[in-house]
């Protein structure tokens, strides 16, 4: 979510560049635009090779009619833009190149940097501002008459829900494969369903329990239970069984996918929380679905946090027979599952708030696994 304002300005750049450069451009081969960072330059060459949001490496090929425009990063047109020379360009910038393409290389017409110095600072602000005035959590009720939201929210200290009006909202959609920004496609209110993680930013109302919101970003992920069956190492996949039904499952491993495996001692602390979120009375202590915002149960944030301060492990570390959680996207494709975090040591979890001979089970198994295991994946402030 970081870079948000940067794409918007380059893409708004690149627009601008298209329409002034048409005349010129009409007749010859088709112009592209492609947005990165410079991972390597050569000054003397022209050349340099970027690396777009999305991984590729592109290779770009300037002369010496390249037209290069410096703009501030945060600016979504060319107003303050200021001319530079190929050479003024570094590694680490952020780069919107408008050219053509040919079968080894991008000729550059144009290019429109954004300095590292001022991505790093804008970046840095962004942080701050979705710290300072962001929320997140999951989605409870959707009101598409008003436009209303209706999130539980999660993070440190949260428990409750809030009533967010999306009427002056952008809307962005997590891609399956990733939880970066930079990867978020255009969406709108329509996308967004009950039990989606979101993650807004705005302003509160001062009684909290209602919220403005200027951009949402949002996803479907689901947490499940799974027995691993097969490691992969070549695929980075994993064949599994779910929990609770025992269907087969194939877990991909992406390349932001964290892994984490859950020690004896923190499972024993895991297995209290959980039973001391158990239902009372056949109540849950989980929050009831409800048009007007209430109080929620025991925050489960503190689970994942703890989770999240370990040692991050790796696939070879997995074997048959492990008990994972697994947090991921949910694709139209049942049988999978795009890993954005795993836990490994699920099973001391259960062991240890499985009940003694003779007595019922007293906590309710959501997909195989207690209700702590009920991960945000979205960042929450």
Excluded at 6 to 20: D, Q
Excluded at 32 to 51: F, H, L, P, Q, Y
Excluded at 257 to 262: G, P, T
Excluded at 332 to 343: M, S, T
């Amino acid at each position: 979510m970081r870079k948000t304002s940067l794409i918007v300005s380059m893409v708004t750049a690149a627009l601008v560049l298209f329409g002034a450069s048409q005349d010129v451009c009409r007749g010859e081969q088709s112009v592209e635009s492609v947005i990165g960072a410079i991972v390597e330059i050569d000054a003397n060459a022209r050349s340099a090779t970027i690396k777009t949001d999305g991984g590729a490496l592109i290779a770009i090929k300037a002369n010496e009619n390249t037209v290069c425009l410096r703009i501030p990063a945060g600016e979504k047109t060319l107003a303050k833009a200021v001319a530079i020379q190929f050479a003024d360009i570094g590694a680490g910038d952020r780069v919107l190149v408008h050219g053509t393409r040919t079968e080894n290389e991008f000729r550059a017409q144009r290019l429109v940097v954004m300095p590292k110095a001022e991505v790093e600072k804008k970046r840095a602000h962004d942080l701050e501002e979705w710290r300072q005035r962001g929320i997140g959590g999951i989605v409870r009720e959707l009101n598409a008459l008003t436009g209303e939201i209706i999130l539980e929210l999660r993070g440190a200290g949260a428990g409750g829900r809030v009533v967010i009006a999306t009427e002056k909202a952008d809307f962005r959609r997590y891609a399956p494969e990733s939880l970066s920004f930079e990867a978020a496609r255009p969406s709108n209110f329509a996308e967004v369903k009950v039990g989606d993680q979101l993650r807004a930013l705005g302003d509160k109302s001062t009684d909290g329990r209602s919220f403005k919101a200027e951009e949402i970003v949002s996803g479907a992920f689901k947490t499940i239970g799974v027995t691993v069956t097969q490691v992969d190492l070549q695929k980075n996949e994993i064949t599994a069984t779910t929990l609770d039904q025992k269907k087969p499952i194939v877990i991909s491993i992406a390349k932001d996918s964290v892994l984490h495996r859950i020690p004896p001692a923190m499972a024993a602390t895991i297995a209290q929380k959980a039973l001391a979120n158990r239902p009372v009375n056949g109540v849950s202590a989980s929050p009831t679905t409800t048009s007007t915002p209430k109080a929620a149960g025991p925050p489960v944030i503190d689970v994942q946090q703890m989770i999240d301060t370990l040692p991050g492990i790796s696939l070879t570390d997995l074997k048959p027979g492990d008990v994972l959680a697994v947090t991921g996207a949910v694709e139209k494709d049942e049988p999978r599952l795009i890993a954005i975090k795993l836990a490994a040591g699920v099973d001391l979890v259960l062991k240890a708030m499985a009940p003694q001979p003779g007595k019922p089970q007293i906590v309710r198994l959501s997909a195989g696994l207690p209700a702590v295991f009920d991960f945000s994946v979205v960042p929450i402030n």
